[in-house]
């Protein structure tokens, strides 16, 4: 206050002091004899700009640095508020880099950096043995009998614990609601190290067979099912139909496995027959490191490697959290670092050509008395202000970013997802990128703006002196063109990816087709003929529903997420050894409903009931693998290792492979039962009805929710709705890989035309004269359009060349990305080269045909 | 000799020189910036005729740094005007320039004379 108050003193006092110079020196002019009008013209001519006499002589007062500091920032802001559209269009372009950038570092730190939340996390590992020759485990983990056999025997580990996840139905607690759950072994949440927020966690009695049962509800769960209500600990709810009494409530945030809702004690009960796979954690122990818990890890499994090759692994618990998503986060942030270079190659851009139409400016002041660190301070203060205004504006941007990304990233597809939020880091980050590059991209042109000598600014015209400048310029623009290519590259290999993962032939008919599952529990159905009643009056029901032409059933669904899969023997013939088929079970009518072919034979029918013969049909790949050149039609296969008599079942048709687990994995050879015929519950607890509509799929929804209702009020629904939405779900990740890189390289695209546009257009403004010349001399339109756009090609065949090694170099690495395309793929180069080329060439046209409309007349008067 | 200065650009040369030419235009008595230019222009017979853009600042940078006092004083026409005057130090930063400007210009001449035939074999 204080400092401001004497400065305004001081200012005044100068002002005083110069007027009374200037009435000095009328004053004496006019006792010389020159009339008064002549004397005052005379005097303030000699005197020169009173305004900048002022500026300059302030400067000597100098003041502490904060004050020097504050006048730059007065000086920068009046500037930049000077020249509107240039300000608004450079603090736009770099909030929006700044703000992607921010959006991106902001997912990117909250699910790759930053450490799960639990205590010391860094210690928590995940235990696990691969099986590598075995065909029937491809995840791998620990198995239910190798648990039971070694839990108690880890010495590198203070705490281990095990969980399966899995799903159970809520009723009696609003609408029934089916829930991701995890069967916990005790001590899973103390290896975390997270205590419950009410109640206590499992203990070893819990994990009894026979106990009572018993649950944990997540904080989710409590709110939005119990109220919150905190006398919930000893209440009794249902799942599955069974009542189990609440024991705790785990606080909030606490999410292990990510999506779970609710945790139940794991009750191993070993079977001969049966192998769980269990996933196992452990909290590495103090001054034990991974390899001593892999060699222990490798010592334990002799047991299981009597029975087949096991490899241990030991693997931070964050890396398998958030496992698949590094590649693609890391891409999308190298991705959006390219437009935050290329936004900021155009501020520079645009502040260099600034820089060069005030030069006149700049050596006017520094002729003045002003030294060239003072102008260059000045420049760089108007830049900062400039990027860290875009800073400020791209926190915003980055709020918002963050959000869309959410809302438009695949459900679930993002771990941690809980955790992201713009917080202070990712605030710093937006400040730190908006200073570096402000620093970096702001002090080139204050410097490349105030290093020429009074004498040339002052007799030359800016159209002379732009040399070294339009060359520094052409370097930026043609690094923007490089780095467009790279991002667009990318993005058109990604788009091609998804197109093509589109075009895949399913070997079914998705369109008109509705789709409802449900997962029956064993408590409510408790044999096989209960729940094929159940199955049968649901379809029954289905097929009553006006607009339904067929309506049938199948176990596990095409891409419905869950298969079964296994081997087969087949009577009178060997096959080849981890020869495995998917075996899914179906109702009478489901190939004609799916729209899926029938080559040979036919199709179940009713008749294939319990009672009669077994059946099966097999899918074309089966026919020709195991009876190539013959009719496959009577032969016979069985599901058991040693088939009794009782155990053979018969072909009766041959229908096409249909793509069963993926779009992207190849159609897979099928061996398909009836359900009638199936006597497990296992096979038949989940199951899909499939009906095919008349008109639009989606209308029919309603109904069968109704007939579901009708049949069992108290089966939730797992999941319902047009097979054609189902099947664009599995592409959903790969769809929002595509958009999200295509939007930013729409972003590049754009901001790289703008700058060609801008030093295009420029270097026609800076040879308007000359242009006016050759056309007072005789050249035609063409031959300027040529001219200009030699200058275009100047920018564009380094950029292109230069854009086309880094798209090579770079694209690679989104390989584990790419669908039946290679990321070098030459015909996607091409197609993005010429693309880029083509918004060039009209980016750079607009000015090129402006210099050719030059009137050489009013070129050479105002050159 | 003077030690030769590296890296000095032509404008605080410039500036080396208006300061001391101030100094010693004050030597002869207090004085108001328009009475010092003018009197820079009449004792350099019109050869040196200081712009206000260079002056002012020139004054205000030798009052910051304690060279010269300046003091409001109201003229014989009863005008306010600002009055410099030089102060201890500022005669002592005269005396320093001057030697060294004696030294320049005794150098100058040296290079421009003829030159002296050859001492040593």
């Given amino acids: 206050m204080i400092a401001r108050w004497r400065r305004d003193h001081r200012d005044r006092e100068l002002d005083e002091e110069l007027h009374s110079h200037m009435r000095m020196a009328i004053e004496e002019r006019v006792a010389r004899g020159e009339r008064r009008e002549d004397a005052e013209r005379a005097a303030r001519r000699e005197f020169g700009n009173l305004g900048v006499v002022k500026e300059l ?28 559209a240039f300000t608004i269009v450079a603090l736009s372009t770099l909030a929006l880099g700044i703000g992607a950038t921010t959006a991106m570092f902001t997912v990117v730190h909250a699910v790759l950096l930053r450490p799960l939340p639990y205590p010391r996390s860094d210690r928590l590992m995940r235990l696990a043995y691969d099986y590598p020759k075995s065909p029937f485990i491809t995840e791998g983990g620990i198995t239910d009998r190798q648990w039971v056999d070694t839990r108690s025997r880890y010495r590198t580990f203070t705490r281990v614990a095990a969980m399966t996840p899995g799903l159970v139905t809520l009723t009696n607690a609003g609408d029934p609601v089916r829930l991701q759950e995890a069967s916990v072994a005790a001590g899973l949440f103390e290896t975390l190290g997270i205590a419950p ?57 606490f999410a292990y496995p990510l999506d779970a809702r609710l945790w139940r004690p794991l009750r191993i009960k070993l079977s001969p027959n049966r192998l769980q796979m269990l996933s196992v954690i452990g909290r590495l122990r103090d001054g034990a490191t991974r390899a001593e818990a892999v060699a222990e890890l490798d010592a334990l499994a002799t047991a299981e490697r009597a029975r087949d090759s096991v490899i241990a692994r030991v693997t931070p618990l964050k890396d398998t959290v958030v496992g698949d998503v590094t590649r693609s986060l890391l891409v999308f942030a190298g991705a959006v670092g390219l437009v935050l270079l290329i936004a900021c190659a155009n501020v520079a851009n645009l502040l260099l050509m600034r820089a060069t139409t005030r030069r ?58 809980g955790e992201i939020g713009v917080d202070t880091v990712a605030m710093g980050f937006a400040l730190g990128v908006s200073l570096g590059t402000g620093l970096i991209f702001g002090l080139i042109p204050a410097i490349r703006g105030t290093g020429s000598s009074v004498r040339d600014a002052l007799a030359a015209t800016a159209r002379t002196m732009s040399g070294r400048d339009g060359r520094l310029r052409g370097a930026l623009v043609v690094a923007e063109i490089a780095l467009a290519l790279v991002l667009l590259t990318g993005a058109a290999l990604m788009v091609e990816s998804f197109v093509r993962l589109r075009r895949v032939e399913l070997g079914f008919r998705p369109a008109g087709l509705a789709l409802l599952t449900v997962d029956l529990p064993d408590a409510t159905y408790a044999s096989a003929a209960a729940m094929q009643a159940a199955h049968q009056a649901v379809l029954d029901r289905l097929g009553r529903i006006p607009g339904v032409a067929l ?64 059946v099966v049909i097999v899918s074309q790949s089966v026919a020709r693998q195991i009876w190539p050149g013959m009719n496959p039609i009577g032969q016979r296969i069985s599901n058991k290792d040693v088939p009794g008599p009782g155990d053979w079942l018969t072909v009766v048709g041959v229908v096409d492979d249909v793509g069963q687990t993926s779009i992207d994995a190849h159609r897979e050879p099928a061996i398909y039962q009836p359900i009638q015929q199936v006597t497990q519950t296992f096979f038949l607890g989940h199951m899909s009805f499939v009906v095919r509509a008349v008109g639009d799929p989606a209308l029919l929804l309603p109904a069968m929710r109704r007939a579901l209702r009708d049949v069992d009020p108290n089966q939730p629904i797992g999941s319902i709705g047009t097979m054609e939405s189902a099947v664009s779900a599995t592409v959903a990740e790969p769809l929002f890989q595509a958009r999200l890189i295509g939007a930013f390289s729409v972003v590049a695209l754009v901001l790289a035309a703008i700058g060609i546009y801008g030093v295009v257009a420029y270097s026609v403004a800076e040879r308007t004269h000359e242009i006016g010349i050759r056309v007072a001399l005789g050249a035609g339109r063409a031959d300027v359009v040529r001219m200009v756009l030699r200058r275009l090609v100047v920018l564009l065949v380094p950029g292109v060349a230069l854009g086309v090694i880094g798209a090579l170099a770079t694209t690679r690495v989104l390989s584990s990305l790419l669908f039946e395309i290679r990321p070098n793929d030459p015909a996607t180069l091409i197609g993005v080269a010429v693309l880029l080329a083509a918004v060039a060439t009209v980016a750079g046209m607009m000015p090129a045909r402006r210099a050719s409309r030059v009137d050489p007349l009013v070129a050479l008067r105002t050159g | 000799m003077a030690k030769p200065q590296r890296g000095l650009s032509r404008i605080e040369l410039l500036q080396g020189t208006l300061d001391l030419i101030v100094l010693q235009t004050l030597r002869w008595g207090p004085r108001h910036g328009y009475g010092i230019a003018q009197m820079i222009r009449a004792s350099s017979r019109d050869v040196l005729q200081v712009d206000t853009g260079s002056l002012y600042p020139a004054l205000h940078r030798l009052e910051k740094s304690g060279a010269i006092a300046a003091e409001w004083e109201t003229s014989e026409n009863r005008q306010r005007v600002r009055v410099y005057r030089l102060t201890a130090a500022g005669r002592k930063q005269l005396d320093a320039e001057r030697s060294r400007w004696e030294q320049l210009s005794e150098a100058m001449a040296g290079i421009f004379a003829p030159p002296a035939p050859e001492a040593e074999a």
Avoid: C
């Fill in chain 1, 197 to 253: 927020a009410l109640g206590r966690t499992f203990g070893p009695d819990d994990e009894r067979i026979g106990a009572e049962p018993v649950v944990i509800l997540g904080d989710a769960l409590w709110r939005e099912r119990f109220g919150a209500d905190s006398t919930v600990v000893g209440r009794a709810i249902t799942l599955d139909g069974v009542r189990h009494t609440v024991l705790g409530v785990m606080p909030q945030r």
């Fill in chain 1, 57 to 84: 002589t302030r400067e000597m007062w100098g003041g502490g640095w904060f004050e020097r500091l504050a006048q730059d920032v007065r000086y920068g802001v009046r500037t930049l508020r000077r020249s509107p």
């Fill in chain 1, 551 to 614: 309506a049938s059933a199948v176990n596990f669904v095409p891409l419905g997420g869950a298969m079964v899969r296994g081997d087969i023997k087949v009577d009178g013939r060997t096959i080849p050894p981890g020869y495995l088929v998917t075996k899914p079970s179906v109702s009478p009518g489901y190939f004609r409903t799916m729209g899926i072919g029938i080559r040979l034979g036919r199709e179940f029918t009713a008749q294939d009931a319990s009672s009669s013969s077994p």
């Fill in chain 1, 360 to 417: 006149r400016e700049m050596a006017v002041r520094s002729a003045l008395g002003a030294g060239r660190r003072r102008l260059v301070r000045q420049l760089v203060t108007e830049s900062a202000l400039l990027w860290i205004g875009a800073g400020i504006a791209g926190a915003g941007v980055a709020m918002a970013g963050v959000r869309a990304l959410l809302a438009l990233a695949p459900a679930g597809r993002i771990p941690r997802h």
